[in-house]
Structures are given as structure tokens and as C-alpha cells.
């Protein structure tokens, strides 16, 4: 696994869910695939999946938000109904892997942003984009610090 950090800027177009954080691994996919079948509503697209997430700040945080979107190149004029436009610019330490292996992608991210001395910023949301790949699906990881 490579781990870097850097400064990078996402714009997108998508939906916004919420629920518990025990639940987004079934309520994320149901809301993208309802995101997937109005895509051709957004103007710009590219073809990249993301995912943004609310991080859990303590064990006594049991809901967040999410949004699931699609990248788009620049500001959308007019954004579709019941969707909304983002843009986060933020500092993140970031990793790519096979999306089977989230929960270890994220864990060892953690550790190694942990052992550099990089402290998260828990009021910016964590970054997941999707890439179909021959073998499946991989997934890379931006998780928010503090510059």
C-alpha cells in the first residue's frame, strides 16, 4: 500500500443521505444506485463514483451524513432536483486498494497518518472514489487533516 498526503479540491453533484453509521454500508450503496439511474440529470459528469462521509467524532456519535455524487468538471449551472452541488479543498492523507478490503485500506491509513504526526480534522468530510478495474473494484481513500 502507497500513502501520501496532499491537497486536493472535489466537485460534484449528488444526494445526500443520513443515517446510522452501523447502517452506511447497506444505506450508501442503495443511495448510489438511485443517484446512478438520474446521472444522466447532471450536466458535466465524469465518470468517477464519490462518496463523502460525516466522520464519527466519539462512540456516543451513532448518526451522520453522507452524499453520494458524481465528479464533475466544473460548477453545474443548474443542479438537478433533490440534489446537491459540493465543492471541499482540504489537506487528506490518501491510499487506493481493492474496495474488499475498506475497513484494512482505512485502518492502516489511519495508522501510518498516525506514526507521520498528521492529526484528522473531523469537521471535513471523508472522501472514498470508486474505479471499476478488471478484477473488481478499487477504492481511494482522502482522509481530512489538519495543515
Do not use: C
Amino acid at each position: 500500500m502507497t500513502f501520501k498526503m496532499i491537497k486536493k479540491e472535489f466537485k460534484l453533484v449528488g444526494l445526500k443521505g443520513s443515517g446510522e453509521y452501523q447502517n452506511f454500508g447497506s444505506e450508501v450503496p442503495l443511495l448510489a444506485k438511485r443517484l446512478l439511474s438520474r446521472s444522466d440529470e447532471i450536466d458535466y459528469q465524469i465518470e468517477s463514483e464519490i462518496a463523502l462521509f460525516e466522520p464519527k467524532k466519539s462512540d456516543e456519535h451513532k448518526t451522520g451524513n453522507f452524499f453520494v455524487g458524481l465528479i464533475v468538471r466544473g460548477k453545474v449551472n443548474k443542479i438537478p432536483a433533490g440534489m446537491d452541488y459540493l465543492e471541499t479543498n482540504n489537506h487528506y492523507i490518501t491510499t487506493r486498494g481493492n474496495i474488499m478490503e475498506l475497513e484494512k485500506l482505512h485502518e492502516n491509513l489511519l495508522n501510518w497518518g498516525t506514526v507521520q504526526g498528521y492529526k484528522r480534522d473531523l469537521d471535513s468530510y471523508i472522501i472514498e472514489i470508486y474505479h471499476p478495474v478488471s478484477e473488481g473494484e478499487e477504492v481511494e481513500i482522502y482522509l481530512p487533516i489538519i495543515a
